[in-house]
T-cell receptor, first 114, second 115 residues
Framework: AQTVTQSQPEMSVQEAETVTLSCTYD???????LFWYKQPPSRQMILVIR??????QNATENRFSVNFQKAAKSFSLKISDSQLGDAAMYFC???????????FGAGTRLTVKP | ETGVTQSPTHLIKTRGQQVTLRCSSQ?????VSWYQQALGQGPQFIFQ???????GRGNFPPRFSGLQFPNYSSELNVNALELDDSALYLC??????????????FGPGTRLLVL
């Protein structure tokens, strides 16, 4: 079964600085999807970025980018120019193309210091 | 805002009772997935509904059941509530066509407390 591991329960970053959140996963599949979701205190899970495993190019969405290392099964999220509104729980998630079960990591709580 | 809505926002029940949670999908989406998120943990997949039928299930007992309606809204029913069922219940909608499933968009969740 696929598992997702986020080894950093908490991270903090100074406003305007850059922070990287780590995620590793375990799978025997060759094609799948990876996601980063943000969950602010309001609870609503918001999609940050999505990566298809067959794409070698790392996904980017404005200040958010990923470092996808397929061989190492690593999928880190880099947040540039951090803003106070980036403070939230961040979840890494894996979804197989063969089923509908999305697996989440335990999350990383990001604090942004003014 | 994702366009996915859930009701109620909060709910308190006692052990042994039954509960129904509701989810309205984002416009254009035909699939609803339900997740349980215990405090301090990531969401866990309960099941998914597509074309009004269950289309995948996680490791949850049969007392967790669901429905999807022709308008693609959905219900999650939990019978014989246990204390461990206390959690945030999230629904997520997406568009599925053939083997392709688009990104899931989540609702704000229903916080269930079982006493």
């Amino acid at each position: 079964a696929q598992t997702v591991t986020q080894s950093q329960p908490e991270m903090s970053v100074q406003e305007a600085e850059t922070v990287t959140l780590s995620c590793t996963y375990d799978t025997s599949e060759s094609d799948y999807y990876l996601f980063w979701y943000k969950q602010p205190p309001s609870r609503q899970m918001i999609l940050v970025i999505r990566q298809e495993a067959y794409k070698q190019q790392n996904a980017t969405e404005n200040r958010f980018s990923v470092n996808f290392q397929k061989a190492a099964k690593s999928f880190s999220l880099k947040i540039s120019d951090s803003q106070l509104g980036d403070a939230a729980m961040y979840f890494c998630a894996y979804r197989s193309i063969n089923n509908n079960d999305m697996r989440f990591g335990a999350g990383t709580r990001l604090t942004v210091k003014p | 805002e994702t366009g996915v809505t859930q009701s109620p926002t909060h709910l308190i029940k006692t052990r042994g009772q039954q509960v129904t949670l509701r989810c309205s999908s984002q416009s254009g989406h035909n699939t609803v997935s339900w997740y349980q998120q215990a405090l301090g943990q990531g969401p866990q997949f309960i099941f998914q509904y597509y074309r009004e039928e269950e289309n995948g299930r996680g490791n949850f007992p049969p007392r967790f059941s669901g429905l999807q309606f022709p308008n693609y809204s959905s219900e999650l029913n939990v019978n014989a509530l246990e204390l461990d069922d206390s959690a945030l219940y999230l629904c997520a909608s997406s568009f599925v066509t053939g083997p392709l499933q688009e990104t899931q968009y989540f609702g704000p969740g229903t916080r269930l407390l079982v006493l």
